[in-house]
Antibody, heavy 115, light 107 residues
Framework: QVQLVQSGAEVKKPGSSVKVSCKSSGGTFRHYVFFWVRQAPGQGLEWMGAIIPIFNTPNYAQKFQGRVTITADESTSTVHMELSSLTSEDTAVYYC????????WGQGTLVTVSS | DIQMTQSPSTLSASVGDRVTITCRASQSISSWLAWYQQKPGKAPNLLIYKASSLETGVPSRFSGSGSGTQFTLTISSLQPDDFATYYCHHYNSYPYTFGQGTKLEIK
């Protein structure tokens, strides 16, 4: 059974960083493409970046270049997304997803940035 | 970056109606387009991939068409469960992007 389970909700201060995890089960972890997509309250879906573990070379949306880091840990079948220099504009639900196009999605992780 | 433009942004319709949502890409994406349905508080659900292929388990009242820069999602006969927000999504080349969404409301 394919499943993506994300880490829990986070509350962060402006200027800090957050790291969200996504554990994958089912299928061959290293061959899939994993994405991170976020959704601000009441807004649409925003593509942040992607990684294929076997190549381990992430691709990022220009908007997040320099601020986001996506990594894959084959030993634990887990993908991580770290976003730095947080502002209130980064308050959103962050989703990991798998497949091309993404078929399997995590449950979402709410990140709240507030002083 | 390839921009995806959906229309309309909001659509009011009744159960049983046939509805069409349009997505336009700023440059050709061949058929590398997917459609998603999203309900409040839930992750998106894949409906259509490669512009016109129906994902397993998705009702046949959903269909997709188009290639290049113009795409459509059609729901042949709206059911109560279909009232949701729909997004197009290209996966032709990085960075992949989403349309801004179309909210389908009950008239």
């Amino acid at each position: 059974q394919v499943q993506l389970v994300q880490s829990g909700a986070e509350v962060k201060k402006p200027g800090s960083s957050v790291k969200v995890s996504c554990k994958s089960s089912g299928g061959t972890f290293r061959h899939y493409v994993f994405f991170w997509v976020r959704q601000a309250p009441g807004q649409g879906l925003e593509w942040m970046g992607a990684i294929i573990p076997i190549f381990n070379t992430p691709n990022y949306a220009q908007k997040f270049q320099g601020r986001v880091t996506i990594t894959a840990d084959e030993s634990t079948s887990t993908v991580h997304m770290e976003l730095s220099s947080l502002t209130s504009e980064d308050t959103a639900v962050y989703y990991c997803a798998r497949g091309l196009p993404p078929l399997d999605w995590g449950q979402g992780t709410l990140v709240t940035v507030s002083s | 970056d390839i921009q995806m433009t959906q229309s309309p942004s909001t659509l009011s319709a009744s159960v049983g109606d046939r509805v069409t949502i349009t997505c336009r890409a700023s440059q050709s994406i061949s058929s590398w387009l997917a459609w998603y349905q999203q309900k409040p508080g839930k992750a998106p659900n894949l409906l259509i991939y490669k512009a016109s292929s129906l994902e397993t388990g998705v009702p046949s009242r959903f269909s997709g068409s188009g290639s290049g820069t113009q795409f459509t999602l059609t729901i042949s006969s709206l059911q109560p469960d279909d009232f949701a927000t729909y997004y197009c999504h290209h996966y032709n080349s990085y960075p992949y992007t989403f349309g801004q969404g179309t909210k389908l409301e009950i008239k």
